[in-house]
Nanobody
C-alpha cells in the first residue's frame, strides 16, 4: 500500500486544518491507522490512532478535544481534523498503517514500530 498525506499549510493559532491520507491498494480497510508528527529537532511522536472499525480512537493528551481522527474506507482515506491549533502543533504530520491487522475494534498502538507503512508527510505550521 502507498499512503499520500495532504492538507497541511500555514495557519494562525486558533484556526483549523483537515489533513487527509489517501491510500492505494485494496487492503486499506483491513488495518488500523494512525497519525504521527515530527517537530524540528524532536522525535516523531504519536498523535492519534483509529481502529479498523473506525469506532475506537486514541489521542495523545496534548491534542485531545482538539483533534479528531476518522476514516472513510469506501474512499480509502483517513482524516485528521485539527481545531484550535496552537504553535506547538507545528510539525510534519505523517499518516501510517499499523503493522498488523488486529481485531475489528482494537485501537492501534502508539509506538512507531507498530506501523510499517508511512506517507511522505505534510507540513503544518501554526503562527502565534
Amino acid at each position: 500500500v502507498q499512503l499520500q498525506a495532504s492538507g497541511g499549510g500555514l495557519m494562525q493559532a486558533g484556526g483549523s486544518l483537515r489533513l487527509s491520507c489517501a491510500a492505494s491498494g485494496r487492503t486499506f480497510s483491513d488495518y488500523p491507522m494512525g497519525w504521527f508528527r515530527q517537530a524540528p529537532g524532536k522525535e516523531r511522536e504519536f498523535v492519534a490512532g483509529i481502529s479498523r472499525s473506525g469506532g475506537r480512537t486514541d489521542y495523545t493528551d496534548s491534542v485531545k478535544d482538539r483533534f479528531t481522527i476518522s476514516r472513510n474506507d469506501a474512499k480509502k482515506t483517513m482524516y485528521l481534523q485539527m481545531n484550535s491549533l496552537k504553535p506547538e502543533d507545528t510539525a510534519v504530520y505523517y499518516c501510517a498503517r499499523n503493522r498488523y491487522r488486529l481485531n475489528w475494534d482494537v485501537i492501534p498502538g502508539r509506538m512507531r514500530d507498530a506501523y510499517d507503512q508511512w506517507g511522505q508527510g505534510t507540513q503544518v505550521t501554526v503562527s502565534s
